[in-house]
């Protein structure tokens, strides 16, 4: 099915591990984002992108990396893990024009103990 | 700089009564809206969207919204609540594309429906 594939659904890491959280679109969408969701906050913004080889921070960037090589794929890396990053993320995307709407993956609970 | 606000963190209503969920919004140029639902330990299920067609946007599961300019507002209702319903609901609001098209969350109402 087509859509917005992120891996993996869940993951528990230790203080000051590093790791990477997968996110792939089939779709062609040019914009891609990274979202934290955290009780209360709603979700924030952590990082976006517009194209390959563009990206540029969100609203909670601090502590996290991104990349875009390929259009499909939109990789948010943690650097040095803490438990303030304990959250469940979300991997979005859409057309330049959202008119459409955002497509978001089923999400990643990490747990940074 | 683009804001949603939700008016109430947490609303109840009882079965078959009215859902009224408020969102207003902050945008310098006319935006897109949006209404995501979650259901508990689910990803986001996208509601509704208005894009300028028609004010009143009909979505999916009885759900509808009425952009009003004047007030910047985009409120959600449904006629008559089901518990089926029961999940947070998330108003969302984004420019037209290029590099300002992020999609700006408010953070969320938790609708409970009590039988």
């Known amino acids: 099915n087509a859509g917005v594939t992120q891996t993996p659904k869940f993951q528990v890491l230790k203080t000051g591990q590093s790791m990477t959280l997968q996110c792939a679109q089939d779709?062609?969408?040019?914009?891609m984002s990274w979202y934290r969701q955290d009780p209360g906050m709603g979700l924030r913004l952590i990082h976006y992108?517009?194209?390959?080889?563009?990206?540029d921070q969100g609203e909670v960037p601090n502590g996290y990396n991104v990349s875009r090589s390929t259009t499909e794929d939109f990789p948010l890396r943690l650097l040095s893990a803490a438990p303030s990053q304990t959250s469940v993320y979300f991997c979005?995307?859409?057309?330049?024009?959202?008119?459409?709407?955002?497509?978001f993956g089923s999400g990643t609970r990490l747990t940074v103990v | 700089a683009q804001s949603v606000t939700q008016l109430g963190s947490h609303v109840s209503v009882s079965e078959g009564a009215l859902v009224l969920l408020r969102c207003n919004y902050s945008?310098?140029?006319?935006?897109?809206l949006f209404w995501y639902v979650q259901y508990p330990n689910q990803g986001l299920q996208l509601l509704l969207k208005?894009?300028?067609?028609?004010?009143l946007v009909k979505g999916i599961n009885g759900f509808e919204a009425e952009f009003k300019k004047s007030e910047t507002s985009f409120h959600l209702t449904k006629p008559s609540a089901h518990m089926s319903d029961a999940a947070e609901y998330f108003c969302?609001?984004?420019?037209?594309?290029?590099?300002?098209?992020?999609?700006?969350f408010g953070k969320g109402t938790k609708l409970s429906v009590k039988p």
């Open positions: 979005a995307s859409s057309a330049r024009d959202p008119i459409g709407g955002y497509t």
């Open positions: 779709m062609n969408h040019e914009y």
């Open positions: 992108s517009v194209g390959a080889g563009i990206t």
């Open positions: 945008s310098s140029v006319p935006p897109y």
């Open positions: 208005y894009t300028s067609a028609a004010t």
């Open positions: 969302a609001v984004s420019n037209r594309g290029g590099s300002q098209g992020n999609l700006i």
